[in-house]
């Protein structure tokens, strides 16, 4: 296994320590073991800093000409891939995942290396953007560090770094715009581009049937529109889903815990524990001692963010909890489950399959084993249970659930539910029974579950807070064959609901 590469100076010994455990925490979803996860993630980060320092330096030759280049983070989780890819390549293949080998051999793969003009549009738009720029986009959104940590890392002003980012993003959607235009596509797709963005930049647009039956089938118009809807809360996994590939959503709901536990690590008064300790002379470290830390900053942030969904620190050591969710070039409606010895911790362990999705990304997943079965008399206790890391939820006294039918076509329909409480709620799960046995595909603003016609629907991040007699509200694209009625037994954190 060869040597992680030098520090070249104090900046870049900066950046070691920031970016060693995002690729480590890649490298351990693609492998089959902790062992096989740091020689990927060495292999890979010797090779992506190389990269790296080359564009770099081919920046500073070109007297700051504009060039096309990633952030350094999300560079160094395409070498990831490169290396994954080069491993299966040379016969090294049983060292990964099995799906992502899969992936690997597919043609969603191939997109990544293919012609750049039929590349995801989330990759194309990001590094079509300014250095600067897509570093904030990327930190904010995908890293989900805390917008003073990300102001303090780049050098921004923290009173005016939620601004810049509003900016940033709106530039990232004209990005994706142009490129989405730019890219090869048939008459049909041609015709609802400009309804598209029409759609996309209203917070409140309805979207017309015959533009979400198109979005549920075309997998580049979906990309696309999950890119351009920057309302939603779906930006963070198109951009991870169009930039990393296979796991994308996996390493979204990673860096999310990771961070978690980095603020929760910190001392008394710190913001962020990772930050050097300015004055000291702490940033001059040795090679040795500052890769130790941040390998031992990795361990304690994988070893929580690989514990299961509502799970305790436990079950890690009796399974291996470091699947993706989904990515983003297979569609596939059914979640995946996690590795468990008993079936009693089936339920609390299994992950959820999709992460704060808009309605019209389909995620693409590799392909799935058959869950196991959810066991029999589970307690309400499970269905109460909120996020990983979110406080429990208040019991409510009272709800009624809205289920509106949007839209619908011979094979599939979209909805929205709304849901008012009686009281306040720090993180809720919903939950209903399909009559027809329908199938829930793609959710925004609420992550999903679902078992045989059982369906638990549970907060994202930015709304699982909701008022005394306020509204939670959500919506799904599904699939239907002979029927497709309201379903019913809606019950807000295990308590029934009234529908209507």
């Known amino acids: 296994m060869p040597d992680l590469p030098t520090p070249q100076d104090d900046t870049e010994a900066a950046l ?11 490298a351990d979803l693609c492998t089959s073991g902790s062992l096989t996860a740091q020689q990927l993630a060495t292999e890979a980060f010797t090779l992506g800093m190389r990269e790296v320092r080359a564009a770099a330096h081919t920046h500073v030759r070109g007297a700051g000409r504009r060039t096309a280049r990633l952030p350094t983070i999300p560079a160094l989780l395409t070498a990831v891939r490169t290396t994954a890819a080069a491993w299966e390549a040379d016969g090294q293949g049983h060292r990964l995942d099995p799906d992502l080998r899969l992936w690997l051999n597919s043609e969603a793969a191939a997109r990544f290396s293919g012609p750049p003009l039929g590349r995801p549009v989330a990759l194309r738009g990001l590094r079509d953007m300014q250095e600067a720029d897509a570093a904030l986009l990327w930190l904010a959104e995908v890293e989900a560090l805390p917008l003073p940590t990300v102001a303090r890392r780049l050098g921004l002003e923290p009173a005016t770094v939620a601004d810049e980012l509003d900016q940033v993003r709106t530039l990232f959607r004209d990005r994706c715009h142009r490129a989405h235009l730019d890219s090869p596509m048939d008459a049909q797709c041609r015709s609802y581009a400009r309804l598209l963005d029409a759609v996309t930049r209203s917070a409140v647009a309805d979207t017309p049937g015959d533009l979400s039956r198109h979005l549920a089938t075309c997998v580049r118009c979906a990309e696309a529109a999950a890119c351009l809807r920057l309302h939603g809360g779906g930006l963070p996994a198109a951009l991870a889903g169009g930039v990393i590939g296979w796991g994308g959503l996996a390493y979204l709901e990673r860096r999310r815990r990771a961070t978690e536990v980095r603020l929760g690590a910190g001392r008394p008064g710190t913001a962020d524990p990772a930050e050097p300790d300015e004055g000291t002379g702490r940033n001059r470290v040795l090679r040795g001692g500052l890769i130790a830390a941040a390998v031992l900053l990795s361990a304690l942030a994988l070893g929580v963010s690989m514990m299961p969904f509502g799970g305790s620190g436990d079950d890690t050591a009796a399974q291996d909890d470091r699947q993706p969710v989904a990515d983003p070039d297979l569609s596939s409606t059914a979640p995946r489950p996690t590795r468990s010895s008993s079936a009693t911790r089936s339920s609390s362990a299994t992950r959820s399959s999709s992460a704060t999705r808009s309605p019209s990304a389909p995620q ?21 249970s909120g996020p990983a890391g979110a406080p429990a939820a208040t019991p409510t006294a009272g709800c009624r659930v809205a289920y509106e039918l949007d839209s619908q076509w011979p094979d599939g329909f979209q909805a929205t539910v709304s849901v008012t409480t009686d009281r306040a709620l720090s993180g809720w799960q919903l939950s209903w029974t399909f009559r027809d046995g329908q199938q829930v595909g793609q959710m925004w603003d609420a992550t999903v579950r679902q078992n045989g016609p059982r369906v638990t629907a549970t907060a994202a991040d930015y709304n699982r807070t909701v008022a005394a007699h306020g509204t939670l509200s959500f919506g799904f694209l599904g699939t239907w064959t002979d029927a497709n009625r309201t379903p019913g037994s809606f019950a807000l954190n295990g308590e029934p609901c009234t529908v209507g």
């Open 16 to 26: 070691f320590s920031e970016c060693w455990d995002a690729v480590l925490s890649y």
């Open 364 to 384: 693409d997943t590799p392909r799935r084993k058959k869950p196991d079965p959810e066991p029999q008399g589970t307690s309400s206790a499970t269905h109460r």
